[in-house]
């Protein structure tokens, strides 16, 4: 019976739960219209429990699913909820990330019952959130020149569409609208899916269920909590620059590990800056959730049980507890990678044999388009770039992949030059870009486009002074490059090119973990 699941009915408890977020990704992959989220699959899925608590997500995006988990009480608390009704949001201080990441919230309720039993939500990003920089991931300087903020607006109300809310001013693209109904599409399957499993349960043992798998992801943590070494330890790197003037920006750790809990403090991090590189909290905690359920063992669960013990401080005003109107277009991508960077750098002191050298440490962010004024129609193009991995205790690094905070696909060349004017000149790794060592560092890649007309350009990238570093011995790896014509470009830009005109971006390669042998 439910009410009492050995381990093997846990499993396939939490795998038809977690099947249900798959489901949701495959609709929404299916049925959108943009090549970021049906291409790049630059989306992730999830259930919640009635009171926000993550009850299982998919394999997505780490910094999508941990910033949902640490924010959904707060975006779905004291409203009237009925069934049939859609939630949307993207305001990075009422519990988003940034403004292209729109999520789409809907509550599960039982056929003829006003018992709401929980949620299911999706995140997507948009390359098109009706910024005046097309790519909609300008260097910026405060949320507002970022694109449309949309604070929690009901979509639907008990299954009627809201006119007022698809009137928001941004909201007349075909693309853009077409992917909004996609991401409802998604959650309506995840609904009836969900509603389906709990009438074969019941709803008290789906609850109980959801109980014991919590029970059991946090007893998981607590026995990783056990083989960490008790102590403090700190990590301190830096941000290159944000793009208006202030360079090596500093992100620092302090983590205390006692028998109970993991307390993060990321207090001592520079204040908030002037460009976009600012963090809502919970990007913070979902770079920190992302750390430490890495360590877990590959079976467990997903879900707010794995991350009862890990505690987070931050300090307000602070780059990872940024005020409003703060830019932070680039704090969901580059600062929550590098956060990665600084929380495992503290781990490699507490368990030296079990973390690996630094990835590429930034998603090398390439967004661009164009708008005629006079129509008002525009193209719109968003893709994180791939890049090396850092090598561990006991492998090398892969090349060319996307690491740790992201977790999309490249936008294949055909999707790119079919639906945009540009060509791809190179696609290739780069060689030798990762660091030497025992384990080697995995390459990066060398990615060249050519514009076929005039485009408006952003580049939101990291590591392109401060190297990935290596562990234990083992070498840093290569600073990426941006080149324009051959001319180095800085890290953060928007520019305006031509046609003829030629973008190379080189990305990092991943550290190296230990010292070399000699050669044979």
Not at 74 to 84: D, E, F, K, V, Y
Not at 219 to 247: H, Y
Not at 405 to 429: A, D, G
């Amino acid at each position: 019976m439910w009410f009492e699941l050995n381990s093997v009915e846990l499993k396939l408890f939490s795998s038809r739960v977690a099947a249900i977020c798959d489901e949701m990704g495959q609709v929404l992959r299916r049925t959108a219209f943009s090549p970021n989220i049906k291409d790049r699959l630059d989306f992730s899925c999830a259930i919640f429990g009635a009171q926000g608590e993550l009850y299982a997500h998919a394999a997505h995006i780490p910094v999508h699913l941990g910033s949902m988990a640490f924010a959904m009480g707060g975006i779905i608390g004291n409203r009237p909820w009925q069934a049939g009704d859609v939630l949307m949001v993207n305001d990075p201080f009422l519990g988003g990330t940034h403004l292209p990441d729109v999520t789409v919230i809907s509550p599960v309720f039982l056929s003829n019952s006003e018992s709401l039993l929980g949620f299911v939500a999706n995140r997507a990003h948009h390359a098109n959130i009706g910024c005046d920089t097309p790519g909609s991931m300008p260097v910026s300087t405060c949320l507002e020149e970022e694109g449309l903020i949309i604070s929690p607006t009901f979509l639907f109300k008990k299954g009627k569409l809201q006119q007022n809310s698809i009137a928001l001013p941004g909201l007349k693209n075909g693309v853009l609208i077409g992917d909004f109904a996609a991401q409802v599409g998604a959650n309506q399957v995840g609904v009836r899916r969900l509603q389906n499993l709990i009438e074969q349960t019941g709803s008290s043992a789906y609850l109980i269920g959801m109980q014991e798998l919590n029970d059991y992801a946090d007893r998981l943590t607590a026995n990783l909590i056990t083989s960490i070494e008790p102590g403090e330890f700190s990590f301190k790197d830096m941000l290159d620059d944000d793009g208006c003037g202030n360079k090596e920006i500093g992100l620092a750790v302090s983590m205390r590990i006692t028998p109970a809990c993991i307390e993060l403090d990321f207090s001592k991090s520079a204040d908030q800056v002037e460009g976009n590189l600012n963090c809502p909290e919970p990007v913070v905690a979902a770079a920190a959730y992302f750390c430490f359920r890495c360590l877990m063992p590959a079976e467990a669960p997903s879900c707010e049980g794995l991350f009862r013990r890990i505690k987070i401080i931050t300090r307000v005003g602070s780059l990872i507890n940024a005020r409003r109107p703060a830019a932070v277009a680039a704090g969901n991508v580059e600062t929550s990678t590098r956060l990665v960077d600084v929380v495992f750098g503290a781990l490699a002191q507490a368990m030296p044999e079990k973390i690996a050298a630094a990835s590429q440490g930034t998603m090398n962010n390439v967004a661009m388009g164009a708008i005629d004024e006079s129509s008002g129609i525009r193209w719109d193009y968003y893709e994180t770039l791939a890049g090396g991995m850092g090598g561990g205790p006991n492998f090398s690094g892969l090349d060319a992949v996307h690491t740790h905070m992201t977790n999309t696909l490249n936008t294949p060349i055909e999707s790119l030059e079919m639906h945009y004017p540009l060509r791809v000149h190179q696609y290739r790794i780069r060689p030798n870009s990762g660091g030497g060592g025992a384990q080697k560092g995995g390459n990066g890649i060398v990615r060249e486009y050519e514009f076929l007309e005039s485009t408006q350009l952003s580049l939101l990238s990291e590591r392109r002074l401060n190297n990935p570093w290596g562990l234990r011995g083992g070498s840093a790896g290569a600073c990426g490059n941006n080149l324009l014509n051959d001319k180095l470009l800085p890290s953060k830009c928007n520019l305006h090119v031509v046609a003829g005109d030629r973008l190379i971006i080189e990305t990092p390669g991943g550290g190296g973990w230990g010292a070399a042998g000699p050669e044979t």
